[in-house]
C-alpha cells in the first residue's frame, strides 16, 4: 500500500507560481509511475503530469507543457508539481497519484492522496 499526501496549494493571482509537493511512503516508489490529475468545479479529473520513478522521465499534458514541472526527490520519497505562469483554468483541486504504467489513464493509478486545492484569480 502507498500513502500519498499532498501539500502546497493555496490562492495566488494569475501569472504568479505554486509548489505542490507529495509526500509518498509505504511503497518500493521504484517501481510506480507517479502522476499529477487535477479536478475542477463541474468537470472530470484530468491528466496533468507523470514520471518514472526510478528513470525520470517525465510527461506533461499539452496544456501545461511550458509552464508546470514535474519532479522527484529519492531522499526524501517527494514528488513535486512546480506550476509557474498560472492561469484562472488551473483552478482544480490537484491529486498525486501512483500506479504501474506510463499512462494518463485514470483508472490505471492504484493509489491517490485527497488532493490539495489550487485557486488562480484573475
Known amino acids: 500500500q502507498v500513502q500519498l499526501v499532498e501539500s502546497g496549494g493555496g490562492l495566488v493571482q494569475a501569472g504568479g507560481s505554486l509548489r505542490l509537493s507529495c509526500a509518498a511512503s509505504?511503497?518500493?516508489?521504484?517501481?510506480?509511475?507517479m502522476g499529477w490529475f487535477r479536478q475542477a468545479p463541474g468537470k472530470e479529473r484530468e491528466f496533468v503530469a507523470r514520471i518514472r520513478w526510478s528513470a525520470g522521465s517525465t510527461y506533461l499534458a499539452d496544456s501545461v507543457k511550458g509552464r508546470f514541472t514535474i519532479s522527484r526527490d529519492n531522499a526524501k520519497n517527494a514528488l513535486y508539481l512546480q506550476m509557474n505562469s498560472l492561469k484562472p483554468e488551473d483552478t482544480a483541486v490537484y491529486y498525486c497519484?501512483?500506479?504501474?504504467?506510463?499512462?494518463?489513464?485514470?483508472?490505471?493509478?492504484?493509489?491517490w492522496g485527497r488532493g490539495t486545492q489550487v485557486t488562480v484569480s484573475s
Open positions: 509505504g511503497g518500493t516508489l521504484s517501481r510506480y509511475v
Open positions: 497519484a501512483a500506479g504501474r504504467y506510463e499512462t494518463i489513464a485514470i483508472n490505471a493509478y492504484d493509489y
